[in-house]
Every structure is written in structure tokens, then in C-alpha cells.
């Protein structure tokens, strides 16, 4: 079977994963320099060591961070992730960095109380930084750091990037010469953690996609060829029809889902497609998943 070329998205499709960006972007930059840095409270990940940089050495330094503490996982999802993630994570940063510039003078809220900071704060930016990656972007590489080590070793994304922001917590505990602020970012950090799951839709990073599509094989392709994610075709029988058809199970990363479906709905607008949580997934020969799942799927064709 010849192996099909990827299709660009739709304009329409672009533009409204554009949208999104921007949005996120712009809440995101707004929570940090509205709520969280005046507070001395910082978010996670590679942001989280930007603010304290800024916090330490003032001016743009913030900024600068930004981008050079993401540039290494933007070249490791170059090279193992895939470019259409690059080029979104690449934009995602960029606008988030306008953002800041622009946000920076605004003083709209004085003298908080640390509980609006927490929740209002973090829900905010768990608003932000979910349009983003519901939009096929990311703000942070401890998001791809979590992808590659789930890969490796028996741990999760969210454990992984867990791990990263309990460091880069006690760091700030450090850097501000008070044990507060690093109490009051984790708080933060759940609060933006549970929503910005909630406007993904979903509470996992691994999801279980089922497809039910007379397009099957197209859609099988695709998905193999583009995004480098192995499936398993189950073959069935439609409840009403009576016909044989067959369906198609994928396990995919929280970040590759909107292309997941996008591909799915390309290939077939009258696809059905199932999201479903994955607490835990587990081989017992305990290999890195993406390769057995390669191997399995290479046997069975």
C-alpha cells in the first residue's frame, strides 16, 4: 500500500488553533504579571526558572529565560516529537513573550489577598496554558522532558513534570530567601494543573482513542505515517448494519490528541471518535512504550 502524503490542515482549522494561542498566551502572560509576580509566587517548569532569573537579576531577564531555558526541548521535539509540535510550541512562546512585554506596566490589581492570588491566579493561567495545548502547542519543555522519560521509564508525564516543578519550587525558596512563596507556587501550580486539565478535557496525559470509521485504513495510515504513533486494528460488527467494519484503538500523549483527531476527522468528517483517561499504561516486559507498540504493530501486519 503506498504511503499516503500528510495533508495541510484546513485555513479554517489554522486559524482557529491560531486564535487559541493567542488567547492562551495572552491569559497565561496575564496571571504571571498580574497575580503571580507581584506576589513573589512563580508557575513551574522552565517559566518558573525565567521568573527566577527575573526576580533575581530584574529587566527582561524574564523574557530572555523564556526562551533560552525551552530552546534545548524545542530542538529535542524537533528530533523526536515531531515538527508540527515545534512550530506550535515555537509561536506559543513567541506570542507569550509579547504578551509579558506588553503586561508589564499594567497594575490592575493591588494589594491581593494570597488566596485570590492562588485560586484566581491559577485558574487563569490553567486556562491559558490549556487553549494552548488544546490548540496542538506547549509553553513548557518539562512537558517533553515528561514524554521522553515516560518512554524509558515506568513514569508518567505528570510525575515527571511533578518531580521538575517540586526542584524548581525549592529553588525559588532559595533565590527569595523565604519559604512561603515556594508553598503558595505549588498551590498555584495545582489550581492551574486540575483546570487547565478540565479545559483539554480530561484529568490524564495518556488517552485511549477509539475510532469507528469506513475509512479505517486511510485514517490507520495517516496516523502512522505523520504523527509516528502505532495503533491496533480490532475488526467488528455494527450493532444496527450487521457489516463487518473495523476499528482503530490508539494510545496517545495529552499533546499529540488534537492532531490525533484532526487527522480522523480529515480523513473521514463522519468518523467516530471516543476519548478515554488512561490512568496507567504498562507492558510487563517493562520496554519503553512507543517501541513496543512499534514491534506489536509491525507483528500483527
Known amino acids: 500500500m503506498p504511503v499516503p502524503k500528510p495533508q495541510p490542515k484546513s485555513i479554517r482549522s489554522h486559524i482557529k488553533s491560531f486564535c487559541f494561542m493567542i488567547l492562551g498566551a495572552f ?68 506570542l507569550f513573550v509579547l504578551f509579558l512585554g506588553q503586561i508589564k506596566n499594567w497594575h490592575l490589581f493591588e494589594e491581593l489577598a494570597m488566596l485570590e492570588v492562588v485560586v484566581i491566579g491559577g485558574i487563569i ?50 533565590a527569595f530567601q523565604d519559604w512561603h512563596p515556594p508553598l503558595q507556587s505549588f498551590m498555584t501550580f495545582m489550581v492551574a494543573i486540575k483546570v487547565m486539565d478540565t479545559v483539554i478535557v480530561g484529568l490524564e496525559e495518556t488517552k485511549a482513542v477509539t475510532v469507528i470509521s469506513g475509512k479505517s485504513k486511510a485514517i490507520a495510515q495517516a496516523i502512522i505515517h505523520e504523527l509516528g504513533l502505532g ?41 467516530f471518535v471516543a476519548v478515554e483517561n488512561l490512568h496507567e499504561v504498562a507492558n510487563g516486559q517493562r520496554r519503553p512504550l512507543m517501541k513496543t507498540k512499534k514491534r506489536i504493530f509491525n507483528n500483527i501486519a
Not at 482503530?248 to 484532526?262: D, G, M, N, T, W
Open 27 to 94: 491569559l497565561a502572560a496575564f496571571s504571571i504579571e498580574t497575580f503571580l509576580i507581584p506576589n513573589d509566587v512563580i508557575d513551574g517548569g522552565m517559566i518558573g526558572l525565567a521568573m527566577i532569573l527575573g526576580k533575581l537579576w530584574g529587566g527582561p531577564w524574564m523574557m530572555i529565560g523564556t526562551l533560552l531555558f525551552n530552546l534545548p526541548f524545542v530542538i529535542i521535539a524537533y528530533r523526536t516529537v515531531g515538527k508540527s509540535l515545534v512550530i506550535q510550541m515555537v509561536i506559543s512562546l513567541i
Open 125 to 174: 493561567l490553567g486556562i491559558g496554558v490549556g487553549l494552548i495545548i488544546r490548540a496542538g502547542g506547549c509553553l513548557d519543555g518539562t512537558e517533553i522532558l515528561g514524554i521522553l522519560v515516560s518512554k524509558k521509564y515506568s513514569l508518567s508525564v505528570g510525575q515527571t513534570v511533578l518531580a521538575c516543578n517540586v526542584i524548581i519550587f525549592s529553588l525559588s525558596g532559595i
Open 231 to 271: 495503533l491496533t486494528v480490532i475488526h467488528g460488527r455494527g450493532g444496527y448494519s450487521g457489516g463487518d467494519l473495523e476499528i482503530l484503538y490508539i494510545i496517545a500523549e495529552r499533546l499529540q490528541l488534537s492532531e490525533v483527531k484532526e487527522i480522523c476527522f480529515r480523513e473521514d468528517p463522519g468518523a
